[in-house]
């Protein structure tokens, strides 16, 4: 009978998850040491600002609730820093900044919005889902992949040679501010791609999704099922992220 009730309690206990861990509203900061972070994995409400320069100390600063702060997960997997506040319900805003000499790679996930202010190296990634949100300025690399999924958004400014984009599930990569000579692009499913390429571009989008290329590529291999929409624009010259457009331009 004993072992019954615990099977029972076990059952019930897994149907009805723990609630988030609501924040105290006493505002605290913390600071940790980091040793051979190059990548940000970020999950929950939150926001994460990635300072990268040769100059800055590898570290990571916490501001937000004292209970929030201490119930921070935070963890690193080989060269990735991985923060998870998917648990918790702050009052205040949690905000974290993270000093990297080099950044390699940033993600956001469950509503986190992430920031860079620069990108270098040979292969970069970004990538966000779940409603999380990246922005990066100052992109300098040989090779970038994006990946947005489930009503996220990727937007980058700088430069790379190759550009790779999956966008899916009414994801958004806002990359106009990107010159690329090459961009390679996949979009379905209520998304959108927005991609400065130079030289060629190749890409599809399928089920109610759209496709913008800015430049003058000289090879283009662009497809669009019934539904969605592929167009070519005039060069023009890339913004910062977060620069708003003049009036009357598309």
Do not use: K, Y
């Amino acid at each position: 009978m004993r072992l019954f009730l615990v099977l029972t309690f076990a059952v019930l206990a897994a149907c009805h998850p723990a609630e988030p861990l609501a924040g105290d509203g006493v505002l605290v900061e913390r600071s940790w040491p980091l040793d051979g972070v190059s990548v940000v994995r970020a999950s929950g409400p939150m926001s994460v600002q990635v300072l990268v320069g040769s100059g800055f100390t590898a570290g990571l600063r916490a501001e937000g609730d004292a209970n929030v702060v201490g119930a921070l997960r935070r963890r690193t997997e080989g060269r990735a820093l991985v923060l998870d506040a998917s648990a918790l319900a702050p009052s205040q805003p949690l905000q974290l900044t993270v000093t990297l000499p080099a950044l390699l790679g940033l993600h956001a996930s469950d509503g986190t919005v992430a920031t860079a202010n620069a990108m270098r190296g040979g292969r970069l990634d970004l990538s966000a889902q779940d409603s999380g949100r990246v922005l990066v300025n100052g992109v300098d690399a040989d090779s970038l992949q994006v990946t947005v999924s489930r009503a996220s958004t990727v937007d980058a400014a700088g430069v790379t040679r190759l550009v790779t984009v999956t966008a899916r599930d009414v994801g958004t990569a806002a990359l106009g501010s990107l010159r690329s000579r090459v961009a390679l692009i996949e979009a379905s499913e209520l998304s959108s791609v927005r991609v400065h390429a130079l030289e060629a571009v190749r890409g599809a989008a399928s089920r109610a999704s759209r496709v913008d290329v800015a430049g003058e590529p000289v090879l283009r291999s662009l497809s669009a099922d019934e539904g969605s929409f592929v167009r070519q624009q005039p060069g023009s010259a890339p913004r910062a992220v977060g620069e708003q457009r003049s009036a009357g331009e598309g």
